[in-house]
């Protein structure tokens, strides 16, 4: 029997709480406002605006070099460095010392290749791939006009997604890192339940004509108010500060967010059913958490993890959910689309395995009430 | 009828027998006292009672109802303060008061139990900031804010100062002028005697022996034992022992130096032929003093253990 009358002050009772709870606001609230502030700096700031400073080395100086090296000087965002030749040696030490991004050594006797000097740390770097690609298409350039000759053919660049030409990589960081944050809110947030078991506060209102569903369902109605605060703040922050553009589609915005927060909530829930103490669940939490990060789309594609990955990714409800608050948010798609629904059956299914399963594990440790 | 009546309850945890055998029946009104060694089965009991296990055999009922059909009409009219504080700590004394108030179909006005546990100074401090005394409070407060018929209080004195003991008695002496029936554990020997009606001694998942504190240590025996010092020292103290031998009614007498220790079941009369005996010969009496038995030699008569507070 669910004793609705018994609402008001439970929801109250737990929104206090939740709200007091100084945690709470640092861990759902200012931590991934700071983590996706940073990532939107790191990946998304200034995309398309390449800045690099750089040596030229020219060892055999004379017309063709100093033709090469003024070609270099054409391109942009490429800085360099005292605006004139350094020798090989001074070059290597200014990369070394990290003065400059990178060393340019143009043709010499020994070598008749252009040849680009990076800090080894940087060997992977976005931007050292973006110069060698460049320098690469100059290098090229160069051949075609010592031979003379014109390209047939050459290459040009246009991204496409649903939702029309607007998606941006903004947009895919702001709606990965509202999933991530509302999926940590379930995942960390039934730490609460751990602590109330352990001090017998739960016992304590099975003693009263309590209901512990109307409890339960308290507690969930705060989240969603907390989810909802989440998804406005980080949207807010998103669209305001780094330029990301919304497509709502609120249906499926809406069924997206309901399902994926009870189904995390509810992976939380299974994780305080076999935890003891509050560090178990953390622990617990933690994994889970750090496991879905990096291999559920929220900051790379799935499609560009390693191949034996991805099958590991097509489990994970992570990645349901980040699709799923995508296609509401900026892909204004959804209901009508036959993946929309896939993602949330997935998601579904794991709310419900793990709740069952939770709340098998209360009634077989006689956590939950006896009668 | 009894508000009360436990029969033949028994319960075991795999090989371990947590309760053989206890029946009891608590009447309207009074204040009911378990007490027992660790681990005779007193918690274990309580569960039962306050629904929260299931017994292997026995019944409990509740004025006629029981867990089985009326589960919801005996959380109505139970309160129950557990050993474990359980209180949440962000929430306010008030706000816990409202919270458990929504409960239950009838409740006590808030700032009624405010006023009875003393705690209106403090109504809006959270849990986290109170005392161990104030907690304790609040969880007797929270036993009461249905007006239940029946209130179990779990060791509500445990670990609190002195201070802090009295105003919890203050608490339950105050319930029973209202005319509530109490069922109380305790650690404390002296606040089973001083507040109880009866006592229920319980070891080894068993009754032992229920009665009133007073009809327990009669039971035990009426010896008492009366103690004197004298200032004139041990010649003093030798005559006084030939006396009492030749006046008779003395079961044993322990004598060292100036120091005598006698044990009678008829004290008056010995200290008549004393007190007769010390002015006739104008010895000074330094110390006097009579030992009564207390619940604690009940205790330690029927459980054979030691009192351990």
Same mark, same amino acid.
């Given at each position: 029997m669910l004793a609705w009358k018994q609402f008001p002050q439970m929801f109250a009772a737990h929104l206090k709480i939740t709200f007091r709870e100084k945690a709470v606001w640092f861990w759902n609230i200012f931590f991934p406002v700071i983590l996706m502030v940073l990532f939107m700096i790191v990946f998304g700031g200034n995309a398309g605006e390449f800045k690099a400073r750089v040596a030229v080395a020219d060892p055999r100086p004379g017309e063709a070099s100093a033709q090469l090296m003024d070609q270099l000087r054409q391109f942009p965002g490429l800085e360099i460095h005292g605006e004139g030749a350094v020798t090989a040696e001074e070059g290597r030490k200014l990369v070394m010392d990290k003065k400059v991004f990178a060393l340019i050594e143009l043709p010499s006797e020994e070598n008749p290749a252009v040849r680009l000097v990076v800090h080894r740390e940087n060997e992977r770097n976005i931007t050292a791939r973006a110069l060698a690609g460049m320098l690469e298409q100059f290098v090229q350039q160069a051949n075609y006009a010592a031979l003379g000759a014109a390209p047939v053919f050459s290459l040009d660049i246009e991204t496409v997604a649903a939702g029309g030409d607007e998606l941006r990589f903004q947009d895919y960081l702001m709606t990965g890192m509202i999933a991530l944050s509302l999926a940590q809110s379930g995942l960390f947030g039934m730490v609460g339940l751990v602590e109330m078991r352990r001090k017998g506060v739960l016992r304590r209102l099975r003693m009263t004509p309590a209901s512990m569903g109307m409890f339960g369902i308290a507690d969930m109605a705060v989240r969603f108010v907390f989810g909802v605060v989440q998804i406005m703040l980080l949207a807010a922050v998103g669209v305001l500060g780094f330029g990301a553009k919304l497509q709502l589609h609120l249906v499926s915005l809406a069924v997206a967010f309901f399902v994926g927060v009870l189904a995390f909530n509810a992976i939380g829930y299974l994780f305080s059913a076999v935890s003891k103490s509050q560090e178990a669940y953390m622990a617990m939490a933690n994994i889970a958490s750090f496991l879905m990060m990096f291999i559920s789309? $929220?900051?790379?594609? $799935?499609?560009?993890?390693?191949e034996w990955l991805q099958p590991l990714s097509r489990v994970m409800p992570l990645t349901y959910f980040v699709d799923g608050i995508r296609d509401g948010m900026v892909y204004a798609r959804g209901i009508a689309d036959a993946s929309f629904w896939i993602a949330v059956a997935v998601l579904a299914a794991w709310g419900v395995l793990a709740f069952l399963i939770g709340a098998r594990l209360y009634k077989a440790k006689s956590i939950a009430a006896t009668r | 009828m009894p508000v009360l009546e436990v029969r033949r309850l028994r319960k075991t945890f795999g090989a371990v027998t947590a309760v053989a055998d206890i029946s009891f029946a608590v009447e309207h009104g009074e204040v009911f006292t378990i007490i027992g060694p660790n681990g005779a089965g007193k918690t274990t009991t309580l569960e039962m009672i306050e629904g929260l296990l299931v017994p292997d055999a026995g019944e409990i009922s509740f004025g006629g109802l029981t867990w089985e059909q009326d589960a919801r009409a005996i959380r109505e009219m139970i309160g129950v303060q557990p050993q474990s504080g359980a209180l949440f700590d962000l929430l306010t004394v008030e706000e816990h008061l409202r919270l458990f108030a929504s409960f239950y179909r009838k409740s006590r006005p808030v700032g009624e139990i405010l006023e009875m546990i003393n705690l209106q100074d403090h109504r809006n401090k959270r849990v986290k900031v109170l005392s161990g005394g104030q907690r304790q409070r609040l969880a007797i407060g929270l036993a009461m804010i249905n007006d239940p018929d029946l209130i179990f209080l779990d060791e509500p004195t445990t670990g609190l100062d002195p201070q802090a003991r009295l105003n919890i008695w203050d608490i339950i002496l105050r319930l029973k002028e209202m005319g509530k029936t109490t069922i109380l554990t305790t650690h404390y020997m002296e606040e089973a005697e001083k507040l109880s009606d009866r006592v229920c001694i319980v070891d080894q998942g068993a009754v032992v022996a229920l009665d009133t504190p007073a009809a327990l240590i009669g039971r035990l025996t009426k010896e008492r034992e009366i103690r004197l010092g004298f200032e004139d020292g041990e010649a003093a103290a030798r005559e006084a022992e030939e006396l009492l031998q030749r006046l008779g009614n003395v079961t044993r007498m322990e004598r060292e130096a100036g120091q005598l220790r006698i044990w009678t079941e008829r004290p008056e009369a010995a200290l008549h032929g004393l007190f007769g005996f010390t002015r006739e010969r104008g010895y000074r009496v330094e110390r006097l003093s009579i030992r009564e038995m207390s619940l604690e030699d009940v205790f330690i008569a029927f459980t054979g253990k030691e009192w351990r507070d």
């Open positions: 789309g $929220v900051f790379i594609p $799935v499609d560009t993890l390693p | -």
